[in-house]
Each structure stands twice: as C-alpha cells, then as structure tokens.
C-alpha cells in the first residue's frame, strides 16, 4: 500500500542518492557521501534551504551592443538591431550553468517544472524570457495561485499566446483556453458538446473576455505589461454550471485576478497540479492506489495551504512511498537531466574565462535540444510530450537516434573530454576516485561509482564484467597492484596514466549500460 506516513528506514547513502537524483540535476560524490551519514530531516533540510537569486546574464564578449559594455547585464537595458542572438545564447548559457552548479537544492528542478507547466518561448524578446523565468525562479516553491495571476499578464505569456491580441472588439481565446487546459484545472472526461466536466467552451469565451485590455510593451525600459481600460470588456461574465454559475463584474485592472481566485476554488486545480508533480518527482503510473493514498491527500494539503505547494512536495518526499524500491529506476532522465547530472556527480570544474563558459554552456543547450529538449524550446504550449503523453511518457525521451546521441556524448566526456580552447570538458574520476573510502579495492570501487551513476544497486553478474573492466582483463589484484603503484608514486606518469586509463574505461562502459538513463 502506497504511504505518506513519513520514512522511517534507517537513512543511507542510497537514499540520499535518489533523493538528490530526483531533486536535482546532480550532487557530487563527496555531497552524497556526506547526506548519506546524516538524516532524511537533514538532507531534506539542505534541499529546501534558501539560497540567494542568481545574478543576472550579462555581456560576456558582444561589443556590437550600443546599450550594454561587455561585463554588465542586458536584461534592463533597451533593445536595438541585432542584438537579441547574442543575448539568447547569453540566457541559455547562464541558465544551463545554474543547471550544472551541483548545489543540494531542489529550486532548479522546480524552475524547470513550472517552465515545462507555464510554456512560453525565448523567441520574441530575451529580455520578456529572462523576466518569465526570473518571476519562476522567485515562485520556485510559493504559491501556485498567486503564480498562475502573475504568468497571466506576464509580457512573454501575453507575446506567446496572444493575450496582448485580445480586445473586447476582438476577443482571443487562445490565453482562456490554454489556462483552463494546461495551467489550472485540465481537461475532463468529455460530458456533452462542449463540455468537459472541469470547464465548458462558454467558460472559455466568458473568461477570454475577461482578460481583455493587457499588452505588452516591448519598446520601454524595463520591459512590462500594461492595462487599457479602453481595450477592456466590462460587460458582466458568466460562467457556467461547472463554476457554480458564478458571475464576474467588471473590476477592471484587478479582475483577472478575481478569475484565478475563482478557479482556485475547485478542487481539480490542486489535484491537476499534485499529479503532475508526482510525475516530475516520482512516477508516470497513477494507478487508484496511488490516486487515493497519494495524489488525494496531497491536494488536499495544497488547498489547506491555500495552494502553497513546498508542504506537499516536503511530504512527498519524506514519505515511506518515495522512497520505496518500486518507484526507483522508473524514470528515463530527460535529456537536460542526462547531459548535467555526470558532470555534477563528478564535480567537473569549469574554466574560470567567461567565453569560454559562454561556449561550454551554450554546447550543453545545443546538445539537448537536438535531444528534442532545449530550454525555452518546447516542442507546444503543452509542454514536453514524457511528461503528458499516454501510454509511454518518459520512454518516448529514447530512441535509436537520441541514445546514439547520449552515447557519443558521455564516450567523450568519460574520455580526454570535448575541446573549447584550451580547455576540455571531461569526468574527473580520478579525483572522485580518491574520495572513496577503499580506492584499491576493485568491488568498493564499482560499488561507489554505480552509487553516484545508476539508480540501484549493481546485480552481482554486473559488478564481476565491471571488476574485470577495471582490473583490465585480471583478477582484482590487477587493480589493487596498479592503484598502489600510483599512490606511491603519484608523479610517475606511466603509472598515473595507467590508472587513468582504466578509469575511464570503466566509466565509459558504466554509462553505455542502459540502466544509464534510468532515476
């Protein structure tokens, strides 16, 4: 039976390991090693801490911008021709960077799950981008209300589905629509011609006349929205028997905030977002036990927190449910998870120049959205298909094609590492190597790489090739002569290389294993 009744196993570094892996986009070793000797309050603590806001994204090496000197932030400053290439791929590096940080924090994986729920697109203006994903970042685990008033007339969310459009001489209903589908409530079973059970398409239309008069205003500094009276319809709107026949008055600037209070007052708004968290966080497969033991009760904690969403993701993760054997290794890591993750759980150092983590960066967003998940880059308004699409969901993230693609590139960074400059990114595992508690031992060793690398323990049949791999061909002493032989002359570069050399290639077979791209 699926609980929340919170974990009561004696803690270990497996436990931290998943809980990280789920919550993060990679820890290192050392991180896991550490959390695994504490407590499941401690590291939940260390996960929900308050960090600060990053700073924003600046002019790394674009001297062509008549607004921004190189070394200042372009996100306040005005716009001018040919300028917005430069600052998107400013953007994508700077976010894939906090992405890669290896900080024991949930914040970034949250960001990312509002993103893949409130789509919008970097394609318009970065500067609406930076803003959109600046005011979900603030959000990352507030107050889902107040977020869905806030993304409502957001200057991007208006830009990308044509809110900025809707006038009471012209209603658009594109903005009504998709926040009644994809941001609050979601679609029911069909009941009747244009009824949904959760929303009719009158609701629809009532509600788009609602949220008439906003626009955005690119042309100012900053940029922003604004309300136009005269655009405004203030006729009284009435919705439907599924909202209780409930009607708006006009209430001009404020009144589409009237509308998310009365959307928030249905009980499918908590449930619709609770089981799209427990995907993000746990699994694709909501089955009645889960539904009633799981998904229930954490709506019902979402509605008594007046949709504040941190106590019900800390009791998903707290619970002996989580943590339960039956739901590790059952989700395909995207590819954005899949890129980052390796080089946290190495502790990868980056290069101190600015360009050329600009480059490095922006690479990692290039080599994920040809895995068909960029950043800013959904494929719809929906959001990613894993995360919506039945029957497959996450499986749809492999294919011949993008598993090719993942290959390639961990052979390269478990190798001598992809080249920018002088600088190459690459696994370091003979630092990670020399934090293991028995380095020249060849099971210790596998078994403290497959904890940072895979989701469950290695079956015994796995942990002897992968010995043999390490000990090149011998038996484990292989390895244990060569790993001493090092440490007593750590200067002697044939015996260095030797080790490397095996190193790496017992990580580049570890991460050709499939179990690779499972969390």
Same mark, same amino acid.
């Given at each position: 039976m699926a609980s929340l009744n919170k974990f009561k196993g004696t803690w270990n570094t497996s436990h931290a390991a998943h809980l990280f892996r789920?919550?993060?986009?990679?820890?290192?070793? !050392?991180?896991? *090693?550490?959390?695994?000797?504490?407590?499941?309050? !401690?590291?939940? *603590?260390?996960?929900?801490?308050s960090i600060p806001l990053p700073s924003p994204p600046v002019n790394v090496n674009n001297s062509a911008d008549p607004n921004v000197p190189i070394g200042e932030t372009w996100v306040d400053k005005g716009t001018s021709q040919n300028v917005d290439g430069y600052r998107k791929q400013s953007l994508r590096a700077w976010s894939y960077e906090l992405l890669a940080s290896g900080v024991p924090n949930i914040r970034e994986k949250m960001v990312m799950f509002w993103h893949n729920h409130f789509v919008t697109t970097d394609e318009v203006d970065p500067r609406y981008t930076y803003r959109y994903i600046d005011l979900i970042r603030q959000n990352a685990l507030g107050n889902f209300k107040n977020l869905a008033k806030d993304m409502t007339v957001e200057p991007g969310m208006l830009a990308y589905l044509n809110g900025n459009k809707n006038t009471k001489q012209?209603?658009?209903?594109?903005?009504?629509?998709e926040l009644l589908e994809l941001f609050t409530l979601g679609k029911g079973i069909i009941a009747g011609p244009g009824d949904y059970t959760t929303y009719t398409e009158t609701d629809i239309k009532e509600i788009a006349k609602v949220l008439t008069g906003w626009r955005d205003l690119r042309g100012g500094i900053p940029v922003k929205s604004q309300y136009y009276p005269n655009d405004h319809d203030t006729t009284v709107k009435k919705l439907s028997a599924r909202f209780g026949n409930v009607s708006i008055v006009n209430a001009g600037v404020d009144e589409y905030k009237n509308l998310i209070d009365i959307i928030f007052l249905k009980e499918e708004a908590s449930l619709f977002v609770v089981r799209k968290l427990y995907r993000w966080f746990?699994?694709?497969?909501?089955?009645?036990?889960?539904?009633?033991?799981?998904?229930?009760?954490?709506?019902?904690?979402?509605?008594?927190?007046?949709y504040e969403v941190k106590p019900a993701i800390k009791m998903l993760l707290e619970?002996?449910?989580?943590?339960?054997?039956c739901v590790r290794g059952v989700i395909v890591k995207n590819p954005i998870d899949f890129l980052v993750n390796s080089l946290a759980n190495f502790k990868t150092v980056f290069p101190a120049d600015p360009v050329q983590r600009l480059q490095i960066f922006n690479s990692l967003y290039a080599t994920s959205n040809t895995m068909q998940m960029g950043m800013f880059n959904a494929p719809s308004v929906a959001g990613w298909q894993p995360y919506y699409q039945v029957p497959s969901y996450y499986r749809l993230w492999l294919n011949s094609v993008s598993r090719q693609g993942r290959i390639s590139y961990t052979d390269a960074i478990a190798n001598v590492g992809i080249a920018y400059g002088t600088y190459r990114l690459n696994l370091n595992a003979l630092a990670t190597l020399n934090l293991f508690p028995d380095p020249s031992n060849a099971e210790s060793v596998v078994s403290e790489f497959a904890l940072i690398v895979f989701s469950k323990p290695l079956a015994s049949n796995q942990t002897i090739f992968l010995k043999t791999i390490l000990a090149n061909g011998t038996t484990d002493s292989g390895w244990t002569t060569a790993y001493n032989a090092y440490k007593a002359t750590p200067t002697d570069t044939v015996k260095l290389n030797t080790v490397v050399t095996r190193l790496r290639t017992l990580i580049i077979y570890m991460m050709r294993m499939p179990e690779i791209h499972l969390s």
């Open positions: 789920r919550t993060t986009y990679g820890v290192s070793y !050392e991180i896991v *090693n550490e959390y695994g000797k504490k407590s499941l309050d !401690e590291t939940i *603590n260390v996960i929900f801490q012209a209603p658009n209903e594109n903005y009504a629509r746990v699994s694709s497969q909501i089955t009645p036990e889960i539904e009633n033991d799981i998904i229930i009760p954490l709506a019902k904690i979402v509605r008594d927190n007046n619970s002996d449910h989580f943590y339960d054997t």
